[in-house]
């Protein structure tokens, strides 16, 4: 501090010019004449043309300032980006969905998955679409892939849907090609199995299986898979037939509801018939 | 400084400045005015030193410019710098022989040239006017016609001079 004053006190001349001149350049930027616009424009390019020069040296903290930026607005567009592509992929989703709708003969109900469980033996996915959209129990859940499962309870927003990968699950099915009857069931695993096909009967890999007019809690057409596997069991009298499901349970956002309700006089006969 | 010594100096200085803003006018030539005010800038400097010579410059110019109005701070940086230069030949020893010989016209001249380089060169700015005719025309002419002036103190101080030297 002693040493600065000392500085000061050796070149006061010089500190004294620089203080006064300062002033004077002070009042003279006051006005606002032609003169000062030119010196003011002048000053502007001298300083733009240092600055141009100098700006190869790096300036650390603006750099700092510069990265900080840069990682936010990354972030921000790596968010958005993620949103488009989760908007593209929905987009793709439901323009299947729609597809299917239009072309299916029965009234559907829209209902997106909140909520499955898939490594349970009695899987089931949760639907935002209850009573009050429409929703009953019995009705089945379908994609346009294929069969998803049943509606198994309601509520006036949510409902919970049995799906295909359900120990409980059962519908009556056939094969596309040969017309082969049999029950769909799951044990557990990758596969659905199709059961009660005799050994004698025409299954191929490859062949689909479908919902068959047997069933009266599935319109019959609707497809279930594709056969993965035939196996002659020794000892058995029905083939080991492996389904390879049609819809892809882990990748089930969007479902449709159809409004099929089982045909209460077909039901009723079929009962007095079995008594 | 004397409190006497101050206000004495003072009054020249109000009473310069009123020479220099109303009277001077009245002996231009050319519509080229001498500077009254450099030749007692440097008359401070070579008296009092450069601190003294480069505040009154600022004070003197700054004045110049709110009684003109036109441009203010303009007279107050091209005064200040003269003085500051002009205090760069303050001798204590030599003092009254400067003031009363031809050095005080030649330091006059340096003096006047500094502050109308400065002066010109930022008043011909966003003008017309080129800069090296401007000078020439103007600060040169002004420069010759305070130097010339510069002599009428000449002969004040070695009257003075002589005066004290016959009474020792």
């Not at chain 1, 968010?79 to 029965?106: P, S």
């Not at chain 1, 909520?115 to 009705?139: F, P």
């Not at chain 1, 479908?210 to 594709?226: C, D, Q």
């Amino acid at each position: 501090m002693r040493r600065l004053f000392l500085i000061v006190q050796q070149f006061r001349e010089y500190f004294l010019l620089a203080l006064l001149v300062v002033a004077s350049v002070a009042f003279m930027a006051e006005n606002d004449n032609q003169q000062i616009r030119r010196i003011r424009a002048i000053g502007i390019a001298v300083v733009g043309r240092v600055q141009e020069t100098l700006s190869f040296v790096p300036n650390f903290f603006q750099i700092q300032r510069e990265n900080e930026v840069l990682r936010q607005v990354n972030l921000n567009l790596a968010d958005e980006v993620n949103q488009l592509r989760e908007a593209r992929l929905e987009n793709l989703r439901l323009r299947r969905l729609l597809g299917f709708k239009e072309t299916t003969r029965y009234e559907v109900i829209p209902a997106k998955v909140v909520g499955k469980s898939l490594y349970l033996l009695r899987n089931t996915i949760t639907l935002h679409a209850g009573e009050k959209d429409g929703v009953r129990v019995g009705m089945p859940i379908v994609t346009d892939a294929g069969l998803v499962g049943k509606i198994l309870a309601t509520s006036p927003a949510y409902s919970i849907g049995q799906i295909v990968l359900n120990r409980d699950f059962r519908a009556s099915a056939k094969i596309q090609r040969s017309r082969v009857d049999g029950i769909i069931a799951w044990e557990g695993g990758r596969y659905s199995l199709m059961k009660n096909v005799p050994k004698t009967l025409d299954v191929k890999v490859g062949d689909i299986a479908e919902t068959s007019e047997y069933s009266n809690t599935y319109p019959p057409g609707l497809r279930i898979g594709v056969v993965a596997s035939v196996t002659q069991q020794p000892g058995s009298l029905f083939q080991r037939i492996e389904i390879e499901n049609a819809v892809d349970f882990t990748a089930l956002e969007e479902v449709f509801v159809m409004k099929f309700q089982p045909d209460s006089a077909r039901m009723q006969l079929e009962l007095r018939a079995r008594r | 400084m004397k409190t006497s010594l101050s206000i004495r100096y003072a009054v020249i200085t109000v009473i310069l400045i009123l020479i220099q803003t109303t009277f001077l006018r009245f002996i231009s030539v050319g519509g080229v005015t001498p500077d009254a005010i450099v030749l007692w800038l440097v008359y401070l400097a070579l008296r009092f030193g450069q601190i003294h010579a480069t505040v009154a410059g600022f004070v003197l110019g700054l004045t110049l410019d709110v009684i003109g109005g036109d441009f203010i701070g303009l007279s107050a940086l091209s005064k200040t710098v003269s003085g500051f230069v002009a205090g760069y030949f303050y001798n204590e020893e030599k003092m009254e022989q400067t003031l009363a010989s031809y050095r005080y016209t030649v330091l006059t001249m340096l003096v006047s040239m500094v502050h109308n380089v400065i002066y010109f060169s930022i008043f011909v700015q966003g003008s017309e006017m080129p800069f090296w005719r401007t000078l020439f025309l103007y600060g040169m002419t002004t420069t010759a016609y305070t130097s010339v002036l510069s002599f009428l103190p000449i002969f004040g101080f070695s009257r003075a001079r002589g005066d004290r030297v016959l009474l020792r």
